[in-house]
């Protein structure tokens, strides 16, 4: 195997799970300073690994099935030595072994048999006792043990451009603290109420002196409205939904970031800014913002009193709507105890 290694990550999405492999790319980066290290993403992530100085390349997967012969030919002309597989599907695990590499690594967890066993050289199983109680980066960082890779480093980190930064804090034009609220999630089911995040607007403004700032993806436009509708003090809300570089430094920009518990969560934690997530039934180690200083709003789980009786899937926190057992009070005094520590 040369000396100088061609890695290559596959995880396909989402947000807050690329953002999470940093600490796998900084320990490759310490371990092998000058091997090349490139992440296979779909394109719409892509733009969030320029901010990890760890990884030399993002790689798309292709969306059409045109694209596929070219891409094919780039997996087998890049001659990677090792493939490390975080998805494990059908797909990840043919392009794994289309890669010719002599290490392909497949890590895996769950009752479910693993995809096209015979097409890896190794496989890393995660018991599902230790995987639901320990943060996912711990599971990535498994991935590393058949390369021989040692667990030096447990960073998460992204680095925003300092002009990106500097153009946000102009835009804001506070001198003193900024809140940044984003109110978005993948499951709507998962949303916080607009009116309530209205009255954290306004307390914040009004009691704290606080600059709130509202920054949604392209699904979240109404959420955002709304919110700006509601408050009744002045809410700077964004005109189009930053790229994700620019969320990174908007949310660098910040002296706290609101939001759920989400993908932009792990973007404000991994830039170092303080976070507020507001969760509802879903597991709060599993998928926790990295680092410290970060507070976490969460009803007491089994619920008692269940806010959407007949609507509820018990077993599936993408179909729970506990995130309304939250009170405005709860959050908006986790918001006062950040902006006060920051």
């Given at each position: 195997m040369p000396a100088t290694p061609k890695i290559l990550v596959i995880r396909r999405r989402y947000l807050g799970d690329v953002v999470l492999l940093g600490s796998l790319f900084r320990n490759l980066r310490l371990f092998w300073p000058d091997a090349r290290i490139v992440a296979l993403v779909e394109a719409a992530y892509a733009g969030i690994l320029a901010l990890n100085p760890d990884v030399d390349e993002a790689m798309m997967l292709p969306a059409r099935a045109l694209d596929w012969p070219g891409f094919s030919a780039r997996i087998r002309k890049a001659e990677f030595t090792h493939v490390l597989d975080?998805?494990?599907?059908?797909?990840?695990?043919?392009?794994?072994?289309?890669?010719?590499?002599?290490?392909?690594?497949?890590?895996?967890?769950?009752?479910?048999?693993?995809?096209?066993?015979?097409?890896?050289?190794?496989?890393?199983?995660?018991?599902?006792?230790?995987?639901?109680?320990?943060?996912?980066?711990?599971?990535?960082?498994?991935?590393?043990?058949?390369?021989?890779?040692?667990?030096?480093?447990?960073?998460?980190?992204?680095?925003?451009?300092?002009?990106?930064?500097?153009?946000?804090?102009?835009?804001?034009?506070?001198?003193?603290?900024?809140?940044?609220?984003?109110?978005?999630?993948?499951?709507?089911?998962?949303?916080?109420?607009?009116?309530?995040?209205?009255?954290?607007?306004?307390?914040?403004?009004?009691?704290?002196?606080?600059?709130?700032?509202?920054?949604?993806?392209?699904?979240?436009?109404?959420?955002v409205e709304k919110i700006r509708s509601l408050a009744r003090s002045h809410v700077l809300a964004l005109d189009a939904p930053p790229s994700l570089p620019r969320l990174a430094a908007l949310a660098r920009a910040g002296s706290a970031f609101l939001c759920h518990d989400s993908g932009p969560m792990h973007v404000a934690a991994a830039v170092g800014t303080p976070v507020v997530a507001l969760y509802g039934s879903q597991n709060t180690v599993l998928f926790r913002p990295h680092g410290e200083g970060h507070t976490l709003v969460a009803p007491a789980m089994p619920c008692t009193a269940c806010v959407a009786p007949g609507e509820c899937v018990p077993a599936d926190s993408y179909h729970n709507r506990c995130v309304r057992l939250n009170t405005v009070e709860e959050v908006f005094g986790a918001v006062r105890a950040t902006l006060g520590r920051a």
């Amino acid at each position: 195997m040369p000396a100088t290694p061609k890695i290559l990550v596959i995880r396909r999405r989402y947000l807050g799970d690329v953002v999470l492999l940093g600490s796998l790319f900084r320990n490759l980066r310490l371990f092998w300073p000058d091997a090349r290290i490139v992440a296979l993403v779909e394109a719409a992530y892509a733009g969030i690994l320029a901010l990890n100085p760890d990884v030399d390349e993002a790689m798309m997967l292709p969306a059409r099935a045109l694209d596929w012969p070219g891409f094919s030919a780039r997996i087998r002309k890049a001659e990677f030595t090792h493939v490390l597989d975080i998805d494990n599907t059908e797909k990840t695990a043919a392009i794994a072994r289309l890669s010719g590499a002599p290490m392909r690594v497949a890590l895996h967890h769950g009752p479910h048999a693993l995809k096209l066993r015979a097409l890896y050289t190794h496989v890393v199983h995660d018991p599902a006792a230790e995987h639901e109680n320990r943060p996912i980066t711990e599971y990535y960082l498994k991935a590393l043990g058949p390369a021989g890779v040692p667990i030096v480093a447990r960073e998460v980190r992204l680095v925003p451009r300092e002009s990106d930064v500097a153009d946000w804090r102009r835009y804001i034009g506070a001198r003193g603290m900024t809140l940044v609220l984003h109110p978005g999630s993948r499951s709507p089911w998962r949303l916080w109420p607009a009116d309530r995040f209205a009255a954290v607007c306004d307390r914040v403004q009004d009691e704290l002196g606080a600059q709130v700032v509202l920054a949604g993806g392209p699904a979240d436009r109404a959420q955002v409205e709304k919110i700006r509708s509601l408050a009744r003090s002045h809410v700077l809300a964004l005109d189009a939904p930053p790229s994700l570089p620019r969320l990174a430094a908007l949310a660098r920009a910040g002296s706290a970031f609101l939001c759920h518990d989400s993908g932009p969560m792990h973007v404000a934690a991994a830039v170092g800014t303080p976070v507020v997530a507001l969760y509802g039934s879903q597991n709060t180690v599993l998928f926790r913002p990295h680092g410290e200083g970060h507070t976490l709003v969460a009803p007491a789980m089994p619920c008692t009193a269940c806010v959407a009786p007949g609507e509820c899937v018990p077993a599936d926190s993408y179909h729970n709507r506990c995130v309304r057992l939250n009170t405005v009070e709860e959050v908006f005094g986790a918001v006062r105890a950040t902006l006060g520590r920051a």
